[in-house]
Structure formats: C-alpha cells, structure tokens
C-alpha cells in the first residue's frame, strides 16, 4: 500500500501514480475513485453575523451551537462526520436544544459502513483509540454465521464481527463487521453504545 502518493492517471488495467517525484503503475480491475467532500459555506452571509468557522466548516459544539446566539449549524456544513444519517441525528439535537431539552451529540454512536461486496461496518471505539485512552478491554471474534440471515443468503463467506468490550463496565465499546448486510446490524451496536455512554 503506498501512502502520500498522488494519482496522476487511470488508464485501461492500470493506475498510475507518483509519491516523492518518482511514477509507478499499479495493474488494476477496477478503481474506486473517492476525492472527498467540502462543506458549502458561501452566500449564506455567515460573515456578516461573525459566525466562527475552523477548517473551511462552521464550528459547532456537541449541541450543534454554533458561537452566535440561537445558530446551530447541522450536517456537512460542520464537518464533523460527513454522512446522511449524522446529519439526521444532528438536526435532530439542534431542534431539540432549540426547543430547550439539553441533548449532544455522541458520534461514538454513529455507525460507518463502506458499501462493497462484502459490506464492512463499524461503530465505537478502535483498538488503537481504546488503548489510547488507557482503557482495559478485551476482544471477542465471532463468525457472521450467528445469523441466520447472513447463513441464508451467503454460501461462500463466513464474515466476521471484532466486538470490543470495556473490561471493568462490561459495555460495548466498538464492533467492526465484515460481511453482507453488515450495514443493516451495525445499527443495533451504535444504539447499546450510545445507550451506555
């Protein structure tokens, strides 16, 4: 894998690329071409009210307030996490603090999924953020076999879901799912984190 490389073509079968002023050519079937995304935060006159902003996107706090009395700011044009479903959930906080009710935003609760064949899914925590944190946790492997579902409508993979458990609390504190479908049971994790946080 080569990291810090820019493509500089796509030609028939290959992907052609340089990192540090040298070019290489990689044999590819198909290129998965992901160039990101950018809030769109012009012609609103955000300027003119002085709301704050940090790299390009309107900062927010886990309320969805933004530094200008009675602005929220919700979905992409905050940056937080650039995805349909987060902006749903943020919305829904902004209204509610806007009705009042005291409510944040856990986005250790919100689920990513990477829609290929097989589907792979995620929610929580990482290994490597756990034991950044200095967490006692453990791991338990399952095969997506548990699932009926899955068994019924995948003859040649097994799958696999990485569950990572806080060792003191007993809580889930991430799930990482490959296997078809996984977009569809990675939801149920998000809420038994979000549930115990």
Not at 182 to 194: A, D, L
Request: hydrophobic share 40%; proline share 2%.
């Amino acid at each position: 894998m080569n990291f810090q490389a820019r493509v500089t073509k796509i030609d028939e079968g290959k992907v052609v690329y340089e990192k540090d002023g040298k070019f290489f050519e990689k044999e590819a079937e198909k290129v998965l071409l992901s160039v990101g995304r950018r809030p769109n935060i012009t012609g609103f006159g955000l300027e003119n009210i002085g709301v704050e902003l940090e790299k390009g996107c309107v900062k927010t706090d886990d309320r969805m307030k933004t530094n200008v009395q009675e602005v929220y700011a919700a979905g992409d044009i905050n940056g937080k996490l650039m995805l349909a479903h987060t902006a749903y959930r943020e919305a829904e906080v902004a209204v509610w603090n806007i009705l009042g009710r005291k409510v944040k935003v856990n986005y250790n609760s919100i689920p990513s999924v990477v829609y290929t064949n097989p589907e792979v899914a995620w929610v929580g925590e990482s290994e490597e953020s756990i034991k950044g944190k200095g967490l006692e946790y453990e791991v338990i492997k399952l095969p997506m076999l548990y699932s009926g579902r899955f068994v019924a409508e995948n003859e040649e993979f097994d799958g696999l879901c990485k569950i990572l458990i806080d060792k003191r609390k007993r809580t889930i504190l991430g799930c990482h799912m490959i296997g078809n479908y996984s977009s569809e049971i990675i939801y149920g994790v998000g809420i038994m984190i979000e549930m115990h946080s």
